[in-house]
């Protein structure tokens, strides 16, 4: 079973990570390679380090190039896919495109990520993608989205309902778990005490993302909490980004923020967290919430997309856009005292373990694989 992926590119990010665990979960019943529609980013390596061969079309955010498209038909020839799966809405729509050179029907399925509640953040051609996605919707045979809400936001904006299949986020509870050494060895990297409070948010540089609030919510907590630290890791949470710079000298937390960038040690950077942050204003099922509580850390998150329902009783949700309240959260878990943060941690692991395992949601996306590829194999 040969199944191509087309994704819109591969940095560091929710979808390119599933991406990622999704082929390391294979165990040999299936044959995979992978076209990014840009280039092969930080992610690009790991896959191809599993043996999948990565393809890279080189075409730039913000200027699409039709000729390219002759280069993906030809990626998709000669590998001969009897399943082609898109990844965004970029990757999406290459894939119904990709599907139109072959010489005979090879089933597609869509796979959205995110949540509609902050499309007014995306760039300009990201909500004309999407809203071309709805008009084309009737193509895949299904639309995979990794959470409930996701799915109904989008078929209110047009997105066909009867081709809804979810499947959650999978999380690897071997590479994401508590690890005390950790702890130790980050606090000493970055130059601070073993006793020094880290509360962490892993997430690209992006509006979506909205750093913003949660910078205003770490300077509300730092001035009643001094023993507190910050760090920021993803695209462009750099010290060379000056609007990030920019945000933290505004709230006045110079002395209080790490700029980790892209790293690709984030299960020991996670692990090392106190607290994890999502201050997300719009997000479909959160890898790195899934990931920090795999580690064992507590979370307060914005309730945007599945968040507060995969956090349930584990940690702390709050409203979008309220950096108060996601300070009063933050203060909650800090004044809760050690014993009880580690009681959240286990109760999260637990629930990752037993609702969101990896092997589990790797089997979903191979069940259904199997149930198009029937009509695939014929003439092969």
């Not at 050179?101 to 509609?116: A, E, F, K, T």
């Amino acid at each position: 079973m040969r199944i191509m992926h087309i994704i819109t590119g591969l940095p560091t990010g929710g979808a390119e990570t599933a991406l990622l665990k999704l082929l390391s979960a294979n165990n040999g019943n299936w044959e995979s390679a992978v076209v990014s529609l840009m280039d092969e980013g930080t992610i690009g390596p790991r896959i191809a380090a599993l043996g999948v061969p990565v393809h890279c079309l080189g075409i730039r955010r913000g200027r699409p190039n039709p000729a390219r498209a002759l280069s993906l038909m030809s990626i998709t020839r000669q590998f001969r896919p009897h399943l082609i799966q898109g990844w965004m809405y970029h990757g999406n729509l290459a894939a119904s495109l990709a599907s139109v050179s072959m010489r005979r029907r090879v089933p597609v399925l869509w796979n959205i990520r995110q949540s509609l509640e902050g499309v007014a953040e995306e760039r300009r051609l990201t909500q004309s993608m999407i809203r071309l996605g709805a008009l084309l919707s009737w193509h895949p045979a299904n639309i995979i989205y990794n959470s409930s809400i996701s799915a109904r936001q989008h078929e209110i904006f047009g997105y066909r309902g009867l081709r809804r299949v979810v499947i959650p986020n999978g999380f690897d509870c071997q590479i994401f778990r508590p690890d005390n050494e950790a702890r130790h060895h980050v606090r000493k990297e970055l130059g601070i005490g073993i006793d020094t409070f880290l509360i962490g948010l892993i997430a690209r540089f992006h509006p979506v993302k909205d750093h913003a609030s949660f910078l205003r919510a770490a300077n509300l907590v730092a001035r009643t909490h001094p023993h507190v630290r910050f760090i920021l890791i993803g695209e462009g949470l750099t010290g060379e980004a000056p609007a990030v710079t920019k945000l933290i000298r505004e709230q006045h937390l110079e002395s209080r923020v790490f700029l980790l960038g892209e790293r690709p040690d984030t299960p020991r950077l996670t692990a090392a967290l106190d607290i994890a942050c999502s201050a997300s204003l719009g997000e479909g099922f959160s890898n790195t919430i899934g990931e920090a509580m795999a580690c064992g850390i507590p979370s307060v998150v914005t309730d945007v997309g599945e968040s507060s329902l995969v956090v349930a009783n584990t940690g702390l949700s709050v409203r979008p856009r309220d950096p108060e309240a996601l300070a009063q959260a933050i203060d909650r878990l800090i004044d809760a005292g050690p014993e009880k943060r580690q009681q959240l941690g286990a109760a999260a692991r637990r629930r990752i373990q037993t609702e969101f395992s990896l092997p589990a949601i790797a089997r979903r996306y191979e069940d259904l694989y199997r149930e198009h590829v029937g009509t695939a194999f014929e003439g092969y």
